[in-house]
Structures are given as structure tokens and as C-alpha cells.
């Protein structure tokens, strides 16, 4: 049986590349791996050099003998491709390779991600270092998955890119008509009358034309998604049918994520959270466990934690250790919501480079008597028992019946368009507003994409929905008819797919949808704010507050305040067999809880622990199987928390039963089942 279906996989980025003139080091880390209960590591990730140290001399010999030797201890091998730096002499023999920036000048050698995913240079490099790997090992039972690259991200604006930029246009457009019309170049006397005539939005270039921006968003996603297809396809023909995967960044704006889902086999990501950086990591681990449900929702399968810190970072301002617990807390919070490993980057310190003072299992130190890889140890060995539950926590799934809309496309629009906030639109923050009230109610949630079928949830969350695509409107119709519950708000159905305006009202195809139309949004800045009272309580509205004129939706809140005081700032409209609600402004997070609550108690959504109201920072995860439910307790206080049970509870590791209440401390994560 494989690993993969054995055990969670457990380990991290491994660099023996960097320790090739010491061999003594690498035997060492065959016991450390051991002493820490690592089964599996990633290799090769940035090699490319130690592979092909000059153009067409592959050194394998080294990787197959690191390789080899892992498996002979027990350790696998996710093999990366090494895609993501190239090498020196590659970048000095062919120029091209480099990106060229957004003010149309070529890099010089240095970084990682500093090359042109167009280049038929680096195309065909990558394309023979693919398939001479995947001939290599295409039969070593050592290695369980392909890695592609690293953390894909930029843009190059090249000539090679422009030239496949226009012909993307073609395709997407047919003709140079459409895309005047679609792109509305008439502002400005921008009409393009050839297709040579478009260029990338470079710096100093065309910034005002939104569609060219907008497309080149998409073009440069589309292009990455492209080169991915290419990797794989080197290491099926070089005769490997393992299945791929790639490091994605959770709510990284640079791609859009979504595009993956067909040429991945498994979803992975790196999670680099602030831990500890405030009195209480409640947010913190809100915005974690957003981000772990965006990755899982990509495919809506079981994913892989690929990269995390066991103690602290040294890429962001300041380099908080993670405190004593924190790290089994928020490693079993990825496996919570439906990680099958917990993988780090890295395994041990190098002595020089941008990160060597980066967290790591095995520090400069070089031994295992350290509190991090205690704790690093004591996971492992947690993880060994808990992929032997019964009912099954690994490859258990999270099954929702809500889910939140999240377009990285919609994202890109609002972001680069002029108003009404240039301050700041807050878009994934106000995704979170509303995710935190699923997460303080144990309710689980999946983040998808316009394209994703809806017909497995109960509840949709659609705010900010400025940008509307793929039919999005007609699903929301039908998902709400159908006896569905929806809830959006203020700016949306504003724009369509390439940012032009809807004439006839808004929010476009949904104002009967929600029994009313949006006339006019005023702004507020960062220190106004307006009010209103529902349910019994008042509430502080900020950032935007749209006027809607309410044609026969019931209104169940106003605002009270400004020149627009008394007119509706939330409403309720009967559509077919659901209800439509519409929030025109953004609440302060109390708000969220009270109202989803509220709409919880009549909808009875999946939910960790049936009607059970969860001490402040303490959520509930659910994983499912045919086997039965498993319930994960976190607490993110620094202090024990006492919590009363409305149903009886079994802790699958310890046995123990509870039958009115149960103590988590500091950190602690607990895995249940209802009896």
C-alpha cells in the first residue's frame, strides 16, 4: 500500500543539494528524520545547478543516491522539478530566459521566479530536465509525487509574451472590434487599429484602459496554467504517471488558483500565518483556516500542507517564535480543514542565502535537543495516531453546505478600478467579515469560484460581487428559486466580465432577485462611519453606503445617520422558495455573528456541534467519511477554556467520554465523536 494512503505525510523541504561536500551532515539527518517521525520530505525544488551543472550534463547519480538512501530509512520522496531558479550559465548563455519588468527592462540574473514562462529557451530546458527526471525515477518506489516548481508567480513583459499576449486576445476576442467595444478604448481616442498596436500595461504605459489590465491579469494566469501543462507533460513522456502538484500561496493576488484544479492531481499550499504577534491569535487563526478552505475548495478534496514554519519566519517585519503549543495547534488546524500532512519549509538551516535564519526543524545547532524539534517530534508522533482513527480522519473530506464566492478575477477588477474607494475596497476582508461568523459557530465553509456548481449548498455568501462572470447572476437565480439561501451586498453585479459598465441598473441580472435596485454609493473614510439597529442591537457600518431604492423586499434595517438616514441598509426578498438578503454596507464583525446565527437557527446548516455556542476564540473543524464524522476542537486562547457539551463526547486518542462539559488548555486540539 502507498504511503499516500497509509499515513499524514509528515517532514519538509529537504536541501541535500547544499550539503554534497558533507556526507557526514546528510547521514545525520537519516537519524534526525527519524528521531522526529518524518516519513516524507520534497527535494530538489531549487537543484537545477547540482542536476545540470553545464548545458546537457545531467548528474543524477547524487539525487538518485540521497533518494535512495531516505527510503532505506523509511523517509519518501516528493521529487520537485527545479523549474522555479535556473541556472547561472543558462541566464548568461540565453538572456531570454530572464523576465523583462513592468517598464520593459530585462532582469539580471539573480532571484528565484526570475524567468519568462514564454521563452522557448527555458520552455525546452525545463521540457528536457523534466523528462530526464521522470526517466530517472519513473520506477523508483521511493518517490510518491511530483512537486512542479515552486510558488508560480509574476508576470514578464517581453516580446516573446507580448506576441502570445496578442494572440490570446485573438482567441478571447476574434476581433479588434469586440475588444474596442468590450474594453470601451473610445475614452481617450485609445482605439486600436492593429493587433500590434497592444502592448502589456507596462508602468509607463496604458494604465487607464481597465479591460487591458484586467486581461493581462488573465493572460498572465492562463500562460502560467499553460506552462504547468507543459511540466507535466515532460514527465509523462519521459514515462511517470505519478500524480502532480505545485505549491500554491492561498490568497496570493497574482494568479488565479482556480485555473489549476484541471492539471493538478493534488492541491497543495504554503502557509505562513503571524502567529503570537497579538495577545490573542483569534484572527490570526480565523484568516489561517480562510485560506486552508480556499486550497481545499480548489478541487473540494483533501489537500496538502506543503510548506509551513515549525518556529519562526525571517521575511516579514519582525520574527516572532511561535510559542510553546502553537505549533501543534496550528499545524492539526491544516488537518482540521481537510490537510492530509503537515509538511515545513525547512529541514535544516542553510549557512548562507536570504533564508538562513528562516525557521527550520534542525537549526545551526545541527542536534535534536532543542524545544523546536521537540515539538516537531511530538507532532510526528501524533500524527502516526491519528492516521489510525477509528472513524478515519485521513482522507476524510469537509463537506459544507455553505459556501462563500471568492473570484480572484472580480478581485483584480475592483482593485484596479477608480472608485468609489481608492483606499481600499477590502475585499477579502470583507470575505472574512463573514467567514469568522461560520468559523466562531463551528460551521464549515467552502470559498469557490463563479464557475463552481452549486447544487451541494444550502447558503451562499456572495459579497462584493462587483465583477459578475460565467453566468454567475443565472446560478444565483436558479440556486435561490430552488429554495436556496443568499446572502450579497452593496457593489455588485456592477460591471461585466471586462470591467464595463451595465446599463439598466444594478445589481445587473439580480436587482428582482433581491426586490430592489442600487441607485448611488457613498464612501467613507477610514474614520467616518454610519449605523444602524437589527435584532435589538445597533451596529457601526464603515467603508461604503449604497443607496438602494426597495421595490418589494422587506427591510429589516436602516441607515441613521447621514442625508439617507431611514432608507434601507439590509433587506429580505422571497425569491421562488429561497430568500435573498442584501447588506448595503460593511458591519463591524458583531454583526456577522448575531445575523448568521440568527439565519442558523432556522436553516439547521452542517455544523461541528449541533446548536452548541463555542467559547470566544475556540472553533470546531469537521471531517467526514463513510465511516462517520470527527470533530476537531481548537482553542486559540492562551488560557484553558471551560466548554459546556449539549451532546456527549469521545476523544478518539485518549478514550475518554464527556458527558456535560470538557477543559481544552492553552492550544490544545482535541479529536471527537458524538456518542
Not at 547521514?27 to 542536476?51: H, K, P
Not at 542536534?367 to 482522507?395: C, M, N, W, Y
Request: proline residues 4%.
Amino acid at each position: 500500500m502507498h504511503i499516500l494512503d497509509q499515513a499524514f505525510l509528515h517532514g519538509a523541504d529537504y536541501n541535500p543539494d547544499q550539503w554534497l561536500d558533507r556526507p557526514d551532515i546528510l547521514e545525520q539527518d537519516l537519524e534526525l528524520m527519524r528521531q522526529a517521525q518524518v516519513n516524507c520530505v520534497s527535494v530538489g525544488i531549487f537543484a537545477w545547478t547540482a542536476l545540470e551543472p553545464e548545458e546537457g550534463v545531467y548528474r543524477m547519480d547524487w539525487l538518485k543516491s540521497v533518494v535512495g538512501r531516505l527510503y532505506e530509512n523509511g523517509v519518501y520522496t516528493i521529487l520537485a522539478t527545479p523549474s522555479g531558479a535556473r541556472p547561472a550559465w543558462m541566464a548568461k548563455r540565453y538572456p531570454e530566459v530572464l523576465r523583462v519588468n513592468v517598464s520593459g527592462q530585462r532582469n539580471h540574473m539573480g532571484e528565484r521566479h526570475n524567468h519568462c514562462l514564454t521563452s522557448p529557451v527555458y520552455r525546452e530546458k525545463v521540457y528536457l530536465m523534466n523528462r530526464r527526471l521522470a526517466e530517472t525515477f519513473k520506477d523508483d518506489p521511493a518517490v510518491i509525487l511530483w512537486h512542479l516548481s515552486n510558488e508560480y508567480s509574476g508576470s514578464c513583459y517581453c516580446e516573446h509574451c507580448q506576441q502570445a499576449f496578442r494572440e490570446w486576445l485573438k482567441e478571447t476576442y476574434g476581433t479588434l472590434d469586440h475588444l474596442n467595444h468590450e474594453w470601451w478604448t473610445a475614452f481617450w481616442s485609445h482605439t486600436y487599429t492593429s493587433w500590434e498596436e497592444v502592448e502589456p500595461p507596462f508602468a509607463d504605459g496604458e494604465q487607464s484602459t481597465l479591460g487591458l489590465k484586467l486581461a493581462w491579469e488573465r493572460f498572465t494566469t492562463d500562460q502560467t496554467v499553460d506552462f504547468c501543462r507543459q511540466e507535466v507533460k515532460a514527465l509523462r513522456d519521459g514515462g511517470s504517471r505519478l500524480p502532480v502538484t505545485t505549491n500554491l500561496m492561498g490568497f496570493s493576488p497574482v494568479l488565479n488558483y482556480y485555473k489549476f484544479r484541471d492539471v493538478l492531481d493534488i492541491v497543495s499550499w504554503d502557509n505562513y500565518p503571524d502567529w503570537n504577534m497579538q495577545a490573542n491569535d483569534t484572527e490570526t487563526a480565523v484568516s489561517a483556516a480562510m485560506a486552508h478552505d480556499l486550497m481545499r475548495s480548489i478541487k473540494r478534496e483533501p489537500f496538502l500542507l506543503m510548506e509551513s514554519t515549525p518556529s519562526s519566519l525571517n521575511w516579514k517585519p519582525v520574527s516572532k517564535l511561535k510559542k510553546p503549543g502553537m505549533h501543534m495547534l496550528s499545524s492539526l488546524q491544516a488537518v482540521a480543514h481537510g490537510s492530509d500532512s503537515v509538511q515545513y519549509f525547512q529541514w535544516r538551516k542553510g549557512r548562507g542565502g536570504t533564508e538562513k535564519f528562516h525557521g527550520a526543524v534542525v537549526d545551526h545547532y545541527g542536534k535534536a535537543d532543542t524545544r523546536v524539534f521537540d515539538e516537531v517530534s511530538q507532532l510526528g508522533i501524533r500524527l502516526k495516531r491519528l492516521s489510525q482513527l477509528d472513524p478515519p480522519l485521513l482522507h476524510s473530506e469537509v463537506r459544507p453546505e455553505v459556501a462563500i464566492i471568492f473570484d480572484w478575477e472580480n478581485r483584480w477588477a475592483m482593485e484596479n478600478s477608480a472608485g468609489p474607494r481608492n483606499i481600499g475596497m477590502h475585499y477579502v476582508e470583507t470575505l472574512q467579515d463573514h467567514y469568522r461568523a461560520f468559523w466562531q459557530q463551528g460551521i464549515p465553509v467552502d470559498i469557490i469560484d463563479p464557475e463552481t456548481d452549486l447544487d451541494r449548498y444550502r447558503l451562499i455568501v456572495a459579497p462584493l460581487l462587483y465583477l459578475t462572470r460565467s453566468d454567475i447572476e443565472l446560478k444565483l437565480r436558479d440556486f435561490t428559486a430552488r429554495g436556496g439561501t443568499l446572502v450579497s451586498t452593496y457593489w455588485s453585479g456592477i460591471v461585466n466580465r471586462d470591467d464595463l459598465c451595465y446599463l439598466g441598473g444594478t445589481p445587473h441580472g439580480m436587482m428582482d432577485l433581491f426586490g430592489l435596485r442600487s441607485e448611488e454609493i457613498d464612501a467613507l473614510t477610514d474614520t467616518e462611519q454610519n449605523q444602524m439597529s437589527w435584532n435589538g442591537r445597533t451596529y457601526q457600518l464603515t467603508d461604503l453606503c449604497e443607496r438602494v431604492q426597495v421595490k418589494d423586499a422587506e427591510i429589516l434595517a436602516v441607515y441613521e445617520q447621514d442625508f439617507y438616514q431611514g432608507e434601507a441598509v439590509l433587506a429580505r426578498h422571497t425569491f421562488g422558495q429561497g430568500q435573498a438578503y442584501y447588506l448595503a454596507s460593511r458591519a463591524e464583525p458583531a454583526f456577522y455573528l448575531d445575523f448568521y446565527e440568527k439565519l442558523q437557527g432556522g436553516l439547521h446548516l452542517k455544523q461541528a456541534l449541533p446548536g452548541q455556542t463555542l467559547p470566544p476564540g475556540v472553533t470546531a473543524g469537521l471531517r467526514e467519511s463513510q465511516q462517520g464524522q470527527v470533530i476537531i476542537l481548537q482553542n486559540y486562547n492562551q488560557q484553558a477554556v471551560r466548554l459546556s457539551l449539549r451532546h456527549a463526547l469521545a476523544d478518539l486518542e485518549t478514550r475518554n467520554t464527556y458527558t456535560t462539559g470538557l477543559t481544552l488548555q492553552p492550544y490544545a486540539v482535541r479529536f471527537l465523536i458524538r456518542i
